[in-house]
């Protein structure tokens, strides 16, 4: 009988809110523009609110379990028992061993002068306690979390629906022609992503190079995230997705591995990666994820910068504690925004005085699968238009501020004049590349 009382009473509540359901309304972020989301109240709030009055009428102890066993983590977060090491011998490991510290692999990084080793912690310890172990038993060393950092899309990928070549909305709004990409000929970008599937017709004939920077004893990451970024940066000409930077050479670093049913990349794959990119010589980095403040990975930034390499990050999602969105929060890396076709700053889009620019991020066809595609949003997304934008220039030779105060100058501005939080210096143009770019072979 009690069961039956609430079921009577969870219909009367849904029957109320249907006759009081809100329109659905537009929502830029879902679909890019072109999709609807129900907001306020609506079917879709039965379904989210109802659990919510079963439980206040006192829920059934089996359904709390079932509730309970969904929200189980899909993984054991491996990353959370581990600390990466700079600068440790083998002797030093060993006499961590003994203390209950597991060798996990180390690797050389040449751009650091020094080795990475990765370890397990002791069973019982925290990571605080772990790190202060390490450092007084080897003095000088520095150590940090092996933290996790994902990238910066929607969860769902979209159906594309028509695809646009390259006469694509973002391309207007950028300013970007055929013939700008004659500008990126001889310029070298480097990726740091998921794996990517370099057959796709889009890029299967582009200058990628692919290099797996993933310890072995994690699984493969999946194909969409890092297809859909070189897709974006070398898509071919009479493809279905251009890339702006269709002549450049693309050194992919696939760094991330699959975490249950996330993708995620960490501290020692993601700086061994940066290591390689910086022993090529790219001109630039695009770094299309985000995580949290590690100083290990602070180093490895500061490093390429100091090689003349412009390191390009997705500004990330919105973060009112400021805990994440980095690296693109860090000093002297260019934070990228996203907008909508509407030059609307996307709900996907960190705020703050760290952006840098603004770019088309919602809505954007992008390679997807092993033939297809698909719209995407986030600002995964809008960084390889800066980051093609940076390489065009820097392969001229221009020091790092020029290239920045061309942009800057070049840029639409947005939202309130001047620098701002919400789009940077504003929407990225390529009026900012020299005018022979047109002309060059």
């Not at 309970?68 to 028992?81: D, G, I, L, V, W």
């Not at 490093?303 to 000093?331: E, F, L, W």
């Amino acid at each position: 009988m009690f069961l039956l009382r609430v079921n009577v009473l969870t219909a009367a509540f849904a029957a109320i809110i249907i006759c009081f359901s809100g329109p659905a309304v537009a929502d830029d972020d879902d679909g890019g523009g072109r999709g609807f989301k129900m907001r306020g109240f609506g079917v879709p709030s039965v379904l989210r609110y109802a659990p919510r009055v079963l439980r206040a009428f006192g829920t059934p102890r089996r359904y709390k379990k079932r509730r309970q066993a969904r929200r189980a983590p899909t993984s054991t977060r491996q990353t959370e028992r581990e600390i990466v090491a700079l600068g440790l011998e083998q002797r030093d490991i060993e006499r961590l061993q003994s203390k209950g510290f597991t060798d996990l692999g180390q690797r050389q990084i040449s751009s650091l002068g020094t080795t990475m080793t990765r370890l397990g912690i002791p069973r019982n310890a925290s990571l605080a306690k772990a790190s202060k172990t390490v450092e007084s038993e080897i003095p000088g060393v520095s150590v940090a979390p092996n933290q996790r950092y994902g990238p910066l899309s929607r969860v769902v990928y979209e159906a594309s629906g028509e695809t646009c070549g390259a006469r694509c909305e973002a391309f207007e709004l950028t300013a970007w022609t055929s013939a700008t990409a004659q500008c990126s000929v001889g310029a070298r970008i480097g990726v740091v992503d998921t794996a990517a599937d370099v057959s796709h017709p889009s890029i299967a004939h582009a200058r990628i190079e692919t290099k797996v920077f993933r310890s072995d004893d994690r699984p493969p990451s999946d194909t969409l995230h890092g297809t859909a970024v070189l897709s974006l940066l070398a898509g071919q000409p009479n493809s279905d997705v251009v890339g702006v930077a269709h002549g450049a050479e693309i050194l992919h670093a696939d760094a991330f591995h699959g975490e249950g049913t996330e993708t995620r990349t960490d501290v020692f794959d993601l700086v061994s990666a940066i290591d390689w990119l910086v022993s090529e010589d790219v001109h630039v980095i695009n770094l299309s994820l985000s995580g949290p403040d590690n100083p290990i990975l602070k180093r490895a930034i500061v490093t390429a910068q100091n090689n003349s390499i412009h390191v390009i990050a997705a500004a990330g999602r919105p973060d009112g504690a400021n805990k994440t969105g980095y690296p693109a929060r860090y000093d002297g890396v260019v934070a990228v925004a996203a907008i909508d076709g509407r030059l609307r700053a996307s709900r996907l889009s960190q705020r703050g005085s760290h952006i840098a620019f603004a770019a088309p991020g919602v809505g954007l066809t992008v390679a997807h699968g092993r033939d297809e595609s698909r719209r995407v949003d986030g600002t995964s997304f809008a960084a390889p238009f800066v980051s093609a934008a940076y390489a065009m220039l820097q392969r001229d030779g221009g020091a790092s501020a020029d290239v920045t105060r061309l942009l800057a100058r070049s840029a639409q501005d947005l939202g309130a004049s001047g620098r701002d939080p919400s789009y940077g210096w504003g929407l990225v143009r390529y009026s900012a590349l020299p005018a022979q770019c047109a002309a060059r072979p």
